[in-house]
Structures are given as structure tokens and as C-alpha cells.
């Protein structure tokens, strides 16, 4: 009997997402086991138990998929898994959580695609926005565009107090600059429009972030992108399928839920098909995602 394509599917919360069990199923793997309430001082035995049950010959047929809501709990747990391996022995890993790597590396790879097309321009030196920048997709969207030389601002929805931990986090981990900013009201959120010419838009489902007289106000801003696909929209009057779509007077366009969602789910799926298909152990994390998201964005 051939060896199977197997994944072990880890996350701290009581329960594992049902969408990454359907994209890994869907992907190739022929089973997918979860485990639940997974503390990080667990992953090594985890990790070896998964390890040693296979010859180093067919460990590649193992893969470690780290969910959860939280990206530095998903990258503490990868490292820690990583760190697990004994050579010859080794298996795969992809950390997602939430599907955040994937959507983020997503929503960069739209933005930057639009920039490229219509304004023939990258991120570098690009001013940046990030609202619902205490949540995992805004956090990874913020890490990736500063990588790539974006001048990044987190904004704060409740002060400024959490996204400025934030920024000191991707400072200490990424050794990436990036500014914070309090945006906890309508004459806040007017002037960070102002001076950014990127707002990536990453809150909470059915959370209206950015209103039109907000957008129309801000002369100077480019691009608009919102991950929001649960209404209302996180963007007054963006269309979910929008990519390109002019949102004011001034020529911001928008990019929607949808189009952005169509780049995540390849993505995504492309990561799982690309462990089942190594010939060899990989690791994928956010950085990854971007590399294959702009792929198959073109």
C-alpha cells in the first residue's frame, strides 16, 4: 500500500477551522487529523511523534499545518516545530493562522499588482495605512508591505496603546520599521487618510471601517483594500468583486473582499498542493505566501 499524503492540523483554540480542513481535503491530502487546545511546549512531541513514525524516506508524505487567531502564537509553535526535527528525519509545515498568511499575502499582492499597472509604482517608499491593525491579517499585511520597503502606519481603532506593542513586535521579530497611529475617531481617521496613499482595511467581519466622505476627503490616497466579505463592507460603497474600481473624485480605486478572496484561496491551496508535491521537507509561513500569491496574481 502507498504511503499517504497526511496532515496533521495544530491550533490552540477548542476547535480547528473547518476551511482549511476543506482546502487541505480539496488540495490532496488524503487525511487531515486535528488537534485542539495545542500549547506551544506541546509541539515538539507533537512534531516528533508524527516524525519518527515515518522512515526518512517517506516523511515528506507528513505535513504540520498551524492554525489558531493569533500570527506570533502560529510563528512561536513553527519554530518551535522546526527546532523539533532530527535529521535524516524531517516533515513539512505551513503555518496559516486563520488563514491570515494567505489573505494578507493576498491583499499585498492585489495592491501591489494595481500599483504596478495603473500608477507604475511598487511598495517601496509608498505610505501605508493598516486599519484593524490589532487583528492577524492586518498585522501580517503591515509586516509584509514594510519588507518590501512600504512606510507602514498600524492604526488603532481603540487608541494607540496595542498598535504600538504591535510595532515593537515586528520591529523585534522582523527588524521592520513601522510607525502607529490613534484612529479611535472620524477626525483621526480623516487624517491618517490624508497623509497615507495605501489603506489596507482588515477588521472585523461586518464592521464598516472607512465611510465615503472619509475616502472622498483623502485626496492623496491611491488604493483602497478590504478583506471584509460579510456585510456591511469595511468600505462604504465597495463592491466585493471590485479591482480597480474608482471609489472618488480624485481617482482612488478599490479593491474588494472578493478579488482579493479569489488570490487567497490559490494561494492557499497552492502551499498545501506544493507540500504534497515536494520531494523533499518544506516550510511555509506569510513570507511564502506572498512569494506564490503574486505568482498567481501575475
Known amino acids: 500500500m502507498a504511503d499517504k499524503h497526511i ?70 509553535m513553527l519554530a518551535a516545530a522546526k527546532k523539533a526535527l532530527v535529521p535524516p528525519f524531517g516533515i513539512s509545515f505551513f503555518a496559516d493562522p486563520a488563514g491570515s498568511f494567505t489573505t494578507a499575502a493576498a491583499m499585498v499582492a492585489c495592491v501591489e499588482k494595481l500599483l504596478r499597472e495603473k500608477k507604475n509604482r511598487d511598495f517601496r517608499g509608498l505610505r501605508v495605512a493598516v486599519f484593524g491593525a490589532t487583528g492577524v491579517v492586518g498585522f501580517s499585511s ?22 504600538s506593542e504591535g510595532a515593537r513586535e515586528i520591529k523585534v521579530r522582523f527588524e521592520a520599521d513601522v510607525g502607529a497611529a490613534d484612529g479611535s475617531d472620524d477626525a483621526k481617521q480623516r487624517a491618517i487618510l490624508t497623509q497615507n496613499e495605501i489603506a489596507l482595511c482588515a477588521g472585523r467581519a461586518g464592521a464598516q471601517i472607512l465611510s465615503r466622505a472619509q475616502i472622498e476627503a483623502a485626496a492623496n490616497l491611491l488604493i483602497v483594500a478590504d478583506v471584509n466579505a460579510v456585510p456591511p463592507s469595511g468600505v462604504e460603497g465597495l463592491d466585493v468583486m471590485a479591482n480597480g474600481t474608482e471609489l472618488n473624485s480624485h481617482g482612488t480605486m478599490g479593491i474588494g473582499p472578493l478579488a482579493i478572496g479569489n488570490i487567497k484561496y490559490k494561494t492557499e491551496c497552492g502551499l498545501f498542493k506544493k507540500m504534497i508535491e515536494a520531494t523533499k521537507p518544506v516550510c511555509f509561513d506569510f513570507r511564502d505566501a506572498f512569494v506564490l500569491a503574486r505568482e498567481l496574481n501575475g
Open 7 to 76: 496532515l496533521h492540523f495544530l491550533t490552540p483554540l477548542r476547535h480547528v477551522s473547518p476551511f482549511d480542513i476543506n482546502m487541505a481535503l480539496d488540495a490532496g491530502f488524503e487525511s487531515v487529523i486535528p488537534y485542539t487546545d495545542v500549547r506551544s511546549d506541546e509541539v515538539t512531541g507533537l512534531v516528533q511523534d508524527a516524525m519518527f513514525s515515518r522512515s526518512p524516506k517517506t516523511g515528506v508524505k507528513t505535513g504540520v499545518f498551524f492554525g489558531g487567531k493569533q500570527a506570533i502564537e502560529a510563528l512561536d
Open 142 to 163: 503591515a509586516v509584509i508591505a514594510a519588507l518590501h520597503g512600504a512606510d507602514v502606519t498600524l492604526v488603532g481603532y481603540d487608541g494607540i496603546r496595542r498598535v
